[in-house]
């Protein structure tokens, strides 16, 4: 099998028909979420990858910094708000 999983289930494909519906789109949405690149918030780059749980880099700018499980801040505001409006 040349593929992992499809265009309907995304990443979750892997899974086959195990684990029931919800969990899978569960999974779903929090893998999409967590996959994608993050605007930094030091130089607002879309460059920011995850390196491990709950820790974030840019590729820009090289800062690192702590953020939630599994990306780095709900919106960007929020982010701005904990920094102390910087």
Do not use: D, N, W
């Not at 028909?17 to 893998?31: A, F």
Request: aromatic letters at 14%.
């Amino acid at each position: 099998m040349a593929f992992s999983h499809t265009k309907k289930v995304g990443p979750t494909g892997r899974f086959g028909p195990r684990y029931g519906l919800g969990i899978r789109k569960r999974v779903l949405t929090v893998e999409i979420k967590q996959r994608k690149k993050h605007v930094c918030p030091f130089c607002r780059s879309k460059a920011v990858i995850r390196e491990a749980y709950g820790i974030y880099r840019c590729k820009k700018c090289g800062k690192q910094f702590t953020g939630l499980a599994y990306y780095p801040y709900e919106h960007l505001h929020e982010y701005y708000k904990i920094r102390g409006g910087q």
